[in-house]
Every structure is written in C-alpha cells, then in structure tokens.
C-alpha cells in the first residue's frame, strides 16, 4: 500500500511539473507574440508621439495603494496635456471606472486637467471604461474613434495596442514617462498574465463590453476654439 502511495504521488508531482511548465510556456508565447505585433508603435518620447485627431486616456486610482498621489495617474494627466498643447491630438478621451458615486476615474482627470488650463471642449468623459478592453471597444462603438493616440504606460501599451488592432482602431502608442516606484513589479507581472486573458478575450470566448449604449461620435473643436 505504502508502495504504491508513494508511486501515486511521484505521478501526481510529475504531472503538476509538466502543467506548470505549460503554463509558464503558454504564458511567454503569448507575451512575445503580442509584443512582437505592437512593439514598433509604441514611441517613450512625448516630442516623437504621432500625432492622431483623438488621445484616449485610460483611468486609474488617484491614489496609490501606500497612500500619496498615484505615480501613474499623474503622469497619464502630465502626458495628455503636454499632448494636447503640443496639437499631438485634438481632443482627449477620459475613459475609466465610476462604479459608485464616490469613485470616478472620468470626473477625477476632468476636474485636474481643468486645473492644467484644458479646456472643456477638448475633453469627453467615458464613464464606462471599466477596463483596457471596455475603454477601446466604447471608443469604437459609442464614440466613433477610428484612429487614436494612447496614453498610458509603456508596460501597459502592448496590450492596449493589440486589443485596438482586432477592434480596427487605427492606434499607436505614448508611453506616459513614469518613475519606477515600489511594488510596480506587481503590476507588471500582473500585466504578463492579463496579456494572455486578452487572446483568450479576443479569440476564444469573445468577450463583450460591460455597457455600451447609444452612439456618440466625438465633437473635436478646433485647436483654438
């Protein structure tokens, strides 16, 4: 019995070494293939970004975890409207969470970017943008974005950019320059595994946003109105 316990346990801790090194193989095939596709659109300085008609800004916390000012959110804002200054993009989209009335990413960036002397005309709220996914697809359905500069980190980018070819946006990427901070390989490990939801997003079980609605195509006044 005791024999035949420990030949049970050796098959069983084979099995689990081979599905870890399977896991960890589909993991690293799927990061390089989506890195791969997107890695040459992505441009670190703001002076090179491309210039597109539309900026879509993706929200996050205000806050970080430890307390302070997020490290992240002010550097998407920072980037977005030496953007706009820079006639880079004509208008910008804040796309994020508004879960609750105490909670909301869109009102949040509005009322900071307003304090930076943008102008409301250039700015459309997306409150529905619970997700990288969500954000692009409204941007596609409800605002009628068909070509987009996007705002965000570099690490997180990649994935934006490929979730933005399979929807048909026509998009390249400015990495919001970011100073390391503590803990931020959590969510760049964190970002490895979510690269390998969105093929099964995309491909296998073709995800659908959270909320749509009506359309409401983008109304981009010029630069000096």
């Known amino acids: 019995m ?3 316990r420990t030949a049970w346990l050796k098959r069983a801790a084979g099995w689990s070494a081979a599905l870890l090194v399977l896991a960890a193989g589909v993991v690293l095939a799927a990061n390089w293939w989506l890195l791969s596709r997107t890695q040459g659109r992505i441009e670190e300085d703001l002076l090179l970004c491309r210039a597109a008609p539309v900026g879509i800004v993706f929200g996050t916390s205000y806050w970080a975890r430890g307390g302070g000012r997020n490290p992240h959110y002010a550097a998407r804002l920072g980037a977005a409207s030496r953007l706009l200054r820079m ?13 609750t009335r105490y909670y909301n990413e869109p009102v949040t960036m509005w ?7 943008v102008r409301d005309s250039a700015m459309t709220l997306d409150y529905a943008g619970f997700s990288t996914f969500d954000t692009l697809v409204r941007a596609r359905e409800i605002f009628a974005v068909d070509r987009a500069l996007l705002i965000t980190q570099d690490w997180h980018l990649p994935r934006a950019l490929f979730i933005a070819d399979a929807l048909g946006i026509e998009a390249t990427g400015c990495a919001a320059p970011t100073q390391r901070v ?10 490895w595994l979510a690269r390998v939801a969105t093929l099964g997003d995309l491909y296998l079980w073709h995800r ?18």
């Open 182 to 191: 503590s803990g931020e390989w959590r969510l760049r490990m964190r970002e």
């Open 87 to 99: 006639h880079r993009v004509q208008h910008l989209l804040l796309s994020g969470d508004n879960r």
């Open 111 to 117: 009322r900071d970017l307003r304090e930076e002397n």
């Open 208 to 225: 659908e946003p959270y909320f749509l609605g009506p359309p409401e195509p983008l109304q981009i006044a010029p630069a000096g109105g």
């Open 2 to 4: 005791a024999a035949k």
